[in-house]
């Protein structure tokens, strides 16, 4: 198993309780990736996921945690989810956790557009139905394709022909394609979780992106940091007899000359060129990291689908921290800001007492997507004049989003894609997965069911995509194949269907 991210510690739980002899191989100290945390002095920040969907009653995490017998990590319900500002002048959008306030609250914001929210809704409860099913995704064989074929329901009727649909499709249909807030709001929504904005985001993927907040499902804060997600994964994992091996970094992947299975090369302290032997490799990096892990293994016709696959993004995010009496009155924990440079910010603050700053202080997270590229072209000093200029732009949004005076920050960092790179070893330091583009999403998407015999992907690149909820639905579609594959069912209790 390569990569102790989400992905990887849920498929490594999963597989080593049903068993299997599992080494998880992390290329850095510490497990977590993109969902991980880092220290600076008193604080603590999330390196980038802050929220986490999926531990509500018969949510993913929830489901997986009672599977693997760990105790879930504490959380609190975001309440609002988010509040958005969409620098209009106007009051900002506040997406309430219960259904009834935000029907208030939308048709408020955006009047006339109630048979849109309803069109969302059927389509996510028919998506949530499907899902709980555990359907393959796309399929790439015959017990995929009767994964999927079984999964199907009623609800699919309905939603079937909007398979190629995008959100704004939705709105034109609906009769409010004209209202140009409304799509500010779901651009700026949208490309949070699909990297998108509504016209070019799957109307089947941004449906349920657009119902997350509500009850009876939602999204949470948790107590101390993000890294207690990864911890309890981690209790999992050794509670089933498998390992995992922190500075441990892969750097080829080999099929064994004879009957079948790998050899996995690597790099380690004390260990330079260790190599392990296993059966099957399950693969949590980004699939564009393929080509160079496996050289001419690779099938020519799967290397071009790679390689056409279209680039995502990088990120930068800014860790400050600030006294809190300088934060507004009862400040949501997080926001959005529609800012021109470097582009629209999605901001998470500490609660007091939640484990990540002092009493009387606060960390403050802006993240924004930027091309990954550009990054890597500059040398010093270039590279740092073009950080210094981010950052103080960020700066100037999180100022008028924050309402914040003249005091410097007591804290402040700005992470690049070159940091990201570092941090997690993905390719130009991408983050996010491909996209839900209409002809990239679900059935049009890359397969964790590689054509290379023994090689399983999952991770946010693999259906149903990013953020920590998305990958542990996709590592445990992995397992499920792969165990499917040794004549084993696997089954995970409690998906609760939503009424
Ligand atoms: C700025 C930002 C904000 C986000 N916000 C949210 C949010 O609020 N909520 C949410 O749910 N999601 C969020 N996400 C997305 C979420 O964090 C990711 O989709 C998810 O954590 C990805 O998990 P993963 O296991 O697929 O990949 P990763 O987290 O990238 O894990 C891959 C692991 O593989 C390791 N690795 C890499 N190369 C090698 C190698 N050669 N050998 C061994 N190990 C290797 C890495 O060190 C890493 O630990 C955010 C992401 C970012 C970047």
């Known amino acids: 198993m390569v990569g102790a991210g989400i992905a990887g510690l849920t498929a490594a739980g999963l597989l080593a309780r049903e068993g299997l002899r599992v080494e998880l191989l992390e290329a850095h100290h510490q497990s977590g990736g993109c969902a991980g945390t880092f220290r600076r002095g008193p604080y603590v920040f999330d390196v980038g996921a802050t929220q986490v969907a999926g531990l509500e009653d018969g949510g993913i995490h929830q489901r997986l945690f009672r599977h693997l017998n760990v105790t879930m990590p504490a959380a609190e319900p975001l309440d609002p989810g988010c509040v958005v500002d969409l620098a209009d002048g106007r009051a900002p959008v506040r997406i309430q956790r219960d259904p009834e306030r935000w029907r208030q609250e939308r048709q408020r914001q955006f009047p006339g557009s109630e048979r849109f929210w309803r069109l969302c809704e059927a389509i996510h409860q028919a998506n949530w139905a499907f899902a709980a099913r555990e359907p393959v995704l796309p399929p790439r064989s015959w017990w995929d394709l009767g994964q999927l074929l079984g999964a199907l329901g009623i609800g699919n009727l309905l939603s079937g022909p909007l398979t190629t649909a995008s959100i704004a499709d939705l709105q034109n249909l609906c009769g409010c394609g004209g209202d140009q807030r409304l799509r500010r709001f779901l651009d700026l929504q949208l490309r949070l979780y699909s990297q998108e904005p509504a016209q070019r985001t799957a109307a089947l993927y941004g449906a349920t992106v657009l119902s997350m907040v509500q009850e009876p499902l939602g999204l949470w804060h948790l107590q101390g940091s993000m890294q207690a997600l990864a911890e309890a994964l981690e209790q999992g994992l050794a509670q089933a007899g498998g390992h995992l091996r922190l500075r441990h970094r892969v750097t080829r992947l080999e099929q064994a ?243």
Do not use: N
Not at 343 to 365: K, M, W
Not at 379 to 389: G, I, L, T, V
């Open 257 to 499: 000359a004879t009957g079948g299975g790998w050899r996995i090369h690597g790099e380690a302290p004390g260990r330079p060129g260790f190599v392990i032997e296993a059966g099957e490799v399950v693969m949590t990096l980004p699939p564009q990291s393929l080509p160079a892990l496996l050289g001419s293994q690779l099938p020519s016709g799967y290397r071009r689908r790679l390689e056409q696959l279209p680039e995502p993004s990088g990120a930068l995010v800014f860790y400050g921290a600030i006294e809190r009496s300088r934060l507004p009155p009862e400040c949501p924990s997080h926001l959005q800001l529609d800012w021109h440079e470097p582009g629209p910010l999605f901001v998470s603050i500490s609660q007091e007492g939640d484990g990540r700053a002092p009493a009387g202080q606060a960390t403050v997270i802006a993240s924004v997507f930027t091309p990954a590229r550009p990054w890597f072209a500059s040398e010093e000093p270039d590279y740092q004049d073009r950080k210094q200029s981010a950052m103080a732009a960020i700066q100037a949004g999180l100022k008028q989003l924050l309402q914040l005076g003249p005091e410097p920050w007591i804290h402040q960092e700005l992470a690049t894609p070159r940091g990201f790179a570092g941090w997690t070893g993905r390719p130009w330091g991408w983050v996010g997965g491909l996209g839900q583009h209409p002809l990239r999403f679900g059935p049009f998407g890359l397969a964790s069911r590689t054509p290379i015999p023994g090689l399983w992907l999952c991770g946010d690149s693999i259906h149903p995509g990013e953020g920590t909820a998305g990958v542990s639905l996709s590592a445990l579609m992995a397992c499920r194949q792969l165990l499917q594959r040794r004549g084993r069912k696997l089954r995970i209790d409690g998906a609760a269907s939503q009424t």
